[in-house]
Protein backbone atom coordinates (compact mmCIF):
# COMPACT_ATOMS: atom_id res chain seq x y z
CA UNK A 1 0.00 0.00 0.00
CA UNK A 2 2.71 2.39 1.00
CA UNK A 3 4.73 1.97 -2.38
CA UNK A 4 1.29 2.32 -4.34
CA UNK A 5 0.97 5.57 -2.59
CA UNK A 6 4.07 6.52 -3.00
CA UNK A 7 3.78 5.68 -6.92
CA UNK A 8 1.15 8.58 -7.05
CA UNK A 9 3.25 11.16 -6.15
CA UNK A 10 4.53 12.28 -9.19
CA UNK A 11 4.87 15.82 -8.87
CA UNK A 12 8.81 17.14 -8.44
CA UNK A 13 6.87 19.77 -5.82
CA UNK A 14 4.55 17.37 -3.60
CA UNK A 15 7.14 14.37 -3.46
CA UNK A 16 9.17 16.62 -1.32
CA UNK A 17 6.83 15.83 1.49
CA UNK A 18 7.26 12.49 2.10
CA UNK A 19 10.56 11.15 3.86
CA UNK A 20 11.12 7.79 4.55
CA UNK A 21 13.82 7.20 7.15
CA UNK A 22 15.59 4.56 4.74
CA UNK A 23 15.72 6.87 1.93
CA UNK A 24 17.66 8.93 4.22
CA UNK A 25 20.12 6.68 4.99
CA UNK A 26 20.76 5.53 1.72
CA UNK A 27 21.56 8.80 0.89
CA UNK A 28 23.72 9.69 3.66
CA UNK A 29 25.44 7.15 2.56
CA UNK A 30 25.17 8.16 -1.19
CA UNK A 31 26.83 11.53 -0.52
CA UNK A 32 29.56 10.16 1.87
CA UNK A 33 30.81 7.94 -1.44
CA UNK A 34 30.86 10.67 -3.56
CA UNK A 35 34.24 12.59 -3.38
CA UNK A 36 33.04 15.79 -2.75
CA UNK A 37 31.63 14.93 0.70
CA UNK A 38 34.26 11.98 1.60
CA UNK A 39 36.64 14.17 4.06
CA UNK A 40 33.21 14.85 6.02
CA UNK A 41 32.03 12.98 9.01
CA UNK A 42 28.61 11.54 9.85
CA UNK A 43 28.10 14.16 12.09
CA UNK A 44 29.21 17.18 9.03
CA UNK A 45 26.67 14.88 6.79
CA UNK A 46 24.17 14.95 8.57
CA UNK A 47 23.46 19.08 9.23
CA UNK A 48 24.18 19.09 5.13
CA UNK A 49 21.17 17.07 4.72
CA UNK A 50 19.54 20.11 6.24
CA UNK A 51 20.38 21.67 2.90
CA UNK A 52 19.18 18.62 0.13
CA UNK A 53 16.31 19.20 -1.72
CA UNK A 54 14.62 16.32 -3.39
CA UNK A 55 13.48 16.62 -6.31
CA UNK A 56 11.23 13.54 -9.17
CA UNK A 57 11.70 14.11 -13.26
CA UNK A 58 9.74 12.37 -15.86
CA UNK A 59 11.61 10.35 -18.81
CA UNK A 60 12.06 13.53 -21.16
CA UNK A 61 11.47 16.11 -18.64
CA UNK A 62 14.50 19.10 -18.60
CA UNK A 63 16.11 19.45 -15.32
CA UNK A 64 17.73 22.56 -16.49
CA UNK A 65 18.06 23.95 -19.83
CA UNK A 66 21.61 25.26 -21.56
CA UNK A 67 21.75 28.76 -20.39
CA UNK A 68 19.57 28.80 -17.43
CA UNK A 69 21.44 29.91 -14.58
CA UNK A 70 23.88 27.82 -12.45
CA UNK A 71 22.44 27.19 -9.23
CA UNK A 72 22.63 23.88 -8.16
CA UNK A 73 25.05 20.26 -7.98
CA UNK A 74 22.43 17.60 -8.58
CA UNK A 75 22.89 14.17 -7.17
CA UNK A 76 21.45 11.12 -8.77
CA UNK A 77 19.52 8.98 -6.40
CA UNK A 78 17.98 7.05 -8.68
CA UNK A 79 17.25 6.58 -12.74
CA UNK A 80 19.68 8.42 -15.47
CA UNK A 81 20.25 11.87 -17.12
CA UNK A 82 21.58 12.86 -20.50
CA UNK A 83 23.85 16.49 -20.77
CA UNK A 84 23.27 18.07 -23.96
CA UNK A 85 24.49 20.78 -25.72
CA UNK A 86 22.60 22.72 -28.57
CA UNK A 87 25.10 24.06 -31.19
CA UNK A 88 25.36 28.23 -31.80
CA UNK A 89 22.47 28.21 -33.97
CA UNK A 90 20.87 25.79 -31.54
CA UNK A 91 19.71 23.25 -34.61
CA UNK A 92 21.41 20.37 -32.71
CA UNK A 93 21.70 18.51 -29.48
CA UNK A 94 24.70 16.85 -28.91
CA UNK A 95 24.83 14.45 -26.59
CA UNK A 96 27.88 15.10 -23.85
CA UNK A 97 27.53 12.28 -21.46
CA UNK A 98 24.67 10.28 -19.46
CA UNK A 99 24.92 10.16 -15.48
CA UNK A 100 23.36 7.12 -13.75
CA UNK A 101 22.50 6.86 -9.57
CA UNK A 102 25.42 8.01 -7.91
CA UNK A 103 26.83 10.35 -10.07
CA UNK A 104 26.17 14.06 -9.66
CA UNK A 105 26.78 17.03 -11.88
CA UNK A 106 26.02 21.02 -11.70
CA UNK A 107 29.13 21.07 -9.90
CA UNK A 108 30.75 24.05 -11.37
CA UNK A 109 27.75 26.45 -10.66
CA UNK A 110 28.73 25.56 -7.08
CA UNK A 111 31.59 27.89 -7.85
CA UNK A 112 31.26 30.28 -11.09
CA UNK A 113 27.68 30.48 -10.50
CA UNK A 114 27.48 31.21 -14.75
CA UNK A 115 24.86 29.91 -17.01
CA UNK A 116 24.36 26.35 -17.60
CA UNK A 117 26.88 25.28 -20.70
CA UNK A 118 24.73 22.33 -21.53
CA UNK A 119 21.07 20.93 -20.97
CA UNK A 120 20.40 18.02 -18.19
CA UNK A 121 17.35 15.82 -19.31
CA UNK A 122 15.90 12.79 -17.55
CA UNK A 123 16.39 9.58 -19.48
CA UNK A 124 13.78 7.27 -17.14
CA UNK A 125 11.90 8.37 -13.90
CA UNK A 126 14.43 10.03 -12.18
CA UNK A 127 14.95 10.90 -8.29
CA UNK A 128 17.57 13.58 -8.15
CA UNK A 129 19.36 15.08 -4.48
CA UNK A 130 19.84 19.23 -5.26
CA UNK A 131 21.74 21.28 -3.11
CA UNK A 132 21.25 24.56 -3.96
CA UNK A 133 24.53 27.71 -4.20
CA UNK A 134 22.39 30.01 -1.95
CA UNK A 135 21.92 27.18 0.44
CA UNK A 136 25.60 26.05 0.19
CA UNK A 137 27.02 29.32 0.65
CA UNK A 138 24.77 29.80 3.71
CA UNK A 139 25.98 26.33 5.15
CA UNK A 140 30.22 27.28 4.22
CA UNK A 141 29.62 30.79 6.01
CA UNK A 142 28.15 29.05 9.18
CA UNK A 143 30.31 26.04 9.03
CA UNK A 144 33.80 27.31 7.40
CA UNK A 145 35.92 24.20 7.75
CA UNK A 146 33.14 21.90 6.52
CA UNK A 147 32.97 24.39 3.55
CA UNK A 148 36.55 24.33 2.79
CA UNK A 149 35.99 20.38 2.75
CA UNK A 150 33.53 20.69 0.34
CA UNK A 151 35.25 23.32 -2.18
CA UNK A 152 38.11 21.25 -1.72
CA UNK A 153 36.40 18.25 -3.21
CA UNK A 154 34.78 20.20 -5.73
CA UNK A 155 38.25 21.33 -6.84
CA UNK A 156 39.47 17.93 -7.14
CA UNK A 157 36.56 16.87 -9.07
CA UNK A 158 36.90 19.84 -11.37
CA UNK A 159 40.83 19.80 -11.65
CA UNK A 160 39.99 15.38 -12.77
CA UNK A 161 37.52 16.36 -15.31
CA UNK A 162 39.54 18.51 -16.76
CA UNK A 163 42.89 16.64 -16.83
CA UNK A 164 40.19 13.59 -18.50
CA UNK A 165 39.08 16.63 -20.79
CA UNK A 166 42.96 17.67 -22.18
CA UNK A 167 43.72 14.15 -22.60
CA UNK A 168 41.04 13.76 -24.98
CA UNK A 169 41.90 17.08 -26.52
CA UNK A 170 45.49 15.79 -26.60
CA UNK A 171 44.26 12.43 -27.99
CA UNK A 172 41.66 13.31 -30.71
CA UNK A 173 44.87 16.33 -32.09
CA UNK A 174 47.14 13.42 -32.43
CA UNK A 175 44.58 11.40 -34.21
CA UNK A 176 43.90 14.42 -36.62
CA UNK A 177 47.63 15.38 -37.07
CA UNK A 178 48.64 11.48 -38.20
CA UNK A 179 45.79 11.37 -40.63
CA UNK A 180 46.65 14.91 -42.16
CA UNK A 181 43.57 16.55 -41.15
Known amino acids: METEAKNKVHSSFWANIFAYPTEETDLQKSLQSIPLFQELSKK ?59 DFFGELAMVDGEKRS ?5 ASDTRVAVIFKPDLDEFIEKYPKKGIRILQGIAQIIATRLR ?11 KINKTGG
Request: net charge negative.
Open 44 to 102: DIALLMNIIHNRNYLPGEYIFYQGDPGIGLYIIREGSVEIYREDEKGEEKIKLATFEKG
Open 118 to 122: ASAIA
Open 164 to 174: ALNEEYFSLLN
